[in-house]
């Protein structure tokens, strides 16, 4: 039974620093591709960063130079570091994890709850 559980969201002013962190378990090998989504409501959940079993990553235009995804596999923990927050970054963040970086939200297999972060 894979669970993913996000922590770290809150309120914070703009300009300001938030990490996210996901702990894993119940995966039977290593072998997953990691991901942080974002959803407002109204809008489709779309991508925010994702990262690879040899720990390549891809990121969305809208976080390039701002978010940094990385994981410590020791710890089954996917962090997503957040810096220079935007009012736009306000959403709900998910974690997933699935076999393949898959370029389609529902591509993932598994979903965290998610974590409120609200930018002001």
């Known amino acids: 039974h894979v669970q993913l559980v996000e922590s770290g969201g809150g309120s914070v002013r703009a300009g300001t620093s938030l990490t996210l962190t996901c702990v894993t378990s119940?995966?039977?090998?290593?072998?997953?591709?990691m991901g942080w989504f974002r959803q407002v409501p109204g809008k489709q959940r779309e991508e925010v960063a994702a990262?690879?079993?040899?720990?390549?990553?891809r990121d969305a235009d809208f976080v390039k130079g701002r978010f940094t995804i990385s994981k410590d596999n020791a710890k089954n923990t996917l962090y997503l570091q957040m810096n220079s927050l935007k009012v736009e970054d306000t959403a709900k963040y998910y974690c997933?994890?699935?076999?393949?970086?898959?370029?389609?939200?529902?591509?993932?297999?598994?979903w965290g709850q998610g974590t409120q972060v609200t930018v002001s």
């Open positions: 119940g995966y039977t090998d290593d072998g997953h591709c």
């Open positions: 990262i690879d079993k040899s720990g390549g990553t």
């Open positions: 997933a994890a699935g076999v393949y970086c898959s370029q389609r939200v529902s591509g993932w297999e598994y």
